[in-house]
């Protein structure tokens, strides 16, 4: 391997492709590795030296290539799955909290004037089974009344996302209601679940939106249209708001979001959803026909072929210099192509 023009070339490819395969970091250390070792084959060094690069080689495979990707995807995939479960208590609380008062609880508290004092997530202590002092918070005062703000300053794990844990103040929540007319929360009023007559499998009640870093007792949450736009992938929430699904190497990751439904289930939604599709999601009257199977299918894994591509070309480029060992076929001498007569 001489260091020509063309060799100088070969390089700059190298770097070019790994980094397309391989993304930032990882693609210029794999280039690296591929330039260096052929260079020490080409230009064989003290064997020292190249026992020392032989298992630094193979410690960066084993770090990078088997255990680092094992261990993100293993904590992200537990994040998920931690989030999952806390919208399946809340919306499982919901239930208990509709069979014991006759309907779902406002989805917020008021004063005699009518101002909103705390959210409907202060409603929930029993059915969540929160210590006795979260019992004891007065809902006519607000959530921020020297009585209240003792209680509501704590953070409430069932109420934040643990990816959200070093984001987020401890009093803020990952989870939100949709208030609207149309929705399972019109407001103050409460409203019974036996009043949806929208599939409950498929309306949604209590939606992931961690930018909005909201306390959990203040009574804010989303409006029909934030949260339309939240799951068509629009501002002002879909930066901070879900999670990255990684489905392997060769595939493209896809940006999640978490939803809880009437029926006390939740799943991931992958963003972004049909802008009508994603408001017959949040109606609870809107007589939609929904096919849940459309969700699942936008959830499957969609192959990326740039990676792929990507990929093949630094394994090609990577064993070009390997050319140089190709046995050449010379032509024969003139002289050995005379028949002897």
Not at 16 to 44: E, H, N, R
Not at 65 to 73: E, F, I, R, S
Request: charged fraction near 20%; proline fraction near 8%; glycine fraction near 4%.
């Amino acid at each position: 391997m001489r260091f020509r023009l063309r060799t100088i070339l070969w390089a700059f490819a190298v770097f070019a492709s790994a980094i397309a395969t391989f993304d930032g970091y990882y693609g210029t250390l794999a280039a690296a590795v591929v330039c260096t070792g052929w260079t020490l084959l080409f230009y064989p060094p003290p064997r020292i030296l190249r026992h020392a690069f032989l298992w630094f080689v193979f410690a960066a495979f084993v770090v990078f290539v088997l255990l680092l990707p094992g261990m993100q995807q293993a904590r992200e995939s537990s994040r998920r799955t931690s989030c999952i479960n806390n919208l399946k208590n809340i919306g499982l609380a919901l239930q208990c909290y509709n069979d014991r008062h006759g309907a779902l609880p406002p989805v917020y508290n008021t004063d005699d004037k009518g101002t909103p004092t705390t959210s409907w997530r202060t409603q929930l202590p029993s059915e969540l089974e929160f210590p006795n002092p979260y019992r004891l918070l007065r809902y006519q005062e607000p959530w921020n009344s020297s009585f209240n703000s003792p209680l509501t300053d704590d953070q409430i794990a069932v109420y934040q996302c643990p990816k959200d844990l070093n984001n987020l103040q401890p009093n803020t929540t990952s989870y939100y209601a949709i208030v609207d007319e149309r929705t399972v929360w019109p407001g103050a009023r409460a409203r019974r679940l036996s009043d949806i007559t929208d599939r409950r499998e498929s309306t949604i009640v209590v939606i992931e939106a961690s930018g909005k870093n909201a306390p959990w007792a203040k009574p804010e949450d989303l409006t029909f249209d934030e949260a339309v736009d939240l799951l068509c992938g629009l501002p002002p929430y879909y930066a901070e708001s879900g999670h990255w699904h990684d489905y392997g190497f060769f595939y493209k990751p896809s940006k999640v979001l978490h939803v809880g439904f009437a029926d006390g289930s939740a799943r991931a939604v992958r963003k972004p959803l049909d802008r009508d599709f994603a408001a017959a999601l949040l109606t609870c009257n809107g007589g939609e026909e929904i096919d849940l199977r459309e969700l699942d299918r936008a959830l499957a894994p969609e192959l990326d072929y740039a990676k792929v591509y990507a990929t093949a070309v630094f394994v090609i480029l990577a064993l070009l210099p390997a050319t140089r060992w190709l046995p050449s076929k010379r032509p024969s001498p003139a002289s050995d192509l005379i028949m002897d007569t």
